[in-house]
């Protein structure tokens, strides 16, 4: 079983930045790949916005969708087990609802591509609303 807690998440106005937070608990490989999906009011499904996928090196792979590029930055802390998402310049269109996922594809969940890799495990979401 794998638990994914997000946090964080709030109103702010246009420039404001944000860390959104994902507490993860339950039997998360070392391997395995960490995302940030976002819902906007105007989209039909749930976007990639950032991935952090580990290697056996030690180092990590980020990826980030071009809409996010240069303003928001992925990163994990190992000994609290958490995720976050540091949110700079914010902008009106990245409102929506903010969920923290895990490489998997469980029987039955939602599961969706990012990155070339598959996530089906989600959090609840955590509210994002910026105000021009």
């Known amino acids: 079983v794998v638990t994914l807690v997000e946090s964080g998440g709030g109103s702010v106005q246009a420039g404001d930045s944000l860390k959104l937070s994902c507490t993860m608990a339950?039997?998360?490989?070392?391997?395995?790949?960490l995302a940030w999906f976002r819902q906007t009011p105007s989209g039909r499904e749930r976007e990639g916005v950032a991935?952090?996928?580990?290697?056996?090196?030690?180092?990590?792979?980020?990826l980030y969708a071009n809409s996010v590029k240069g303003r928001f930055t992925v990163s994990r802390d190992k000994s609290s087990n958490t995720l976050f998402l540091e949110m700079n310049d914010l902008k009106p269109e990245d409102s929506g609802i903010y969920y923290c996922?895990?490489?998997?594809?469980?029987?039955?969940?939602?599961?969706?591509?990012?990155?070339?890799?598959?996530?089906?495990?989600w959090g609840q979401g955590t509210q994002v609303t910026v105000s021009s």
């Open positions: 991935s952090l996928c580990p290697r056996r090196s030690g180092n990590v792979d980020t």
């Open positions: 996922a895990d490489e998997g594809t469980p029987h039955g969940s939602l599961l969706l591509r990012f990155g070339g890799k598959y996530f089906g495990y």
């Open positions: 339950g039997y998360i490989h070392d391997l395995d790949c």
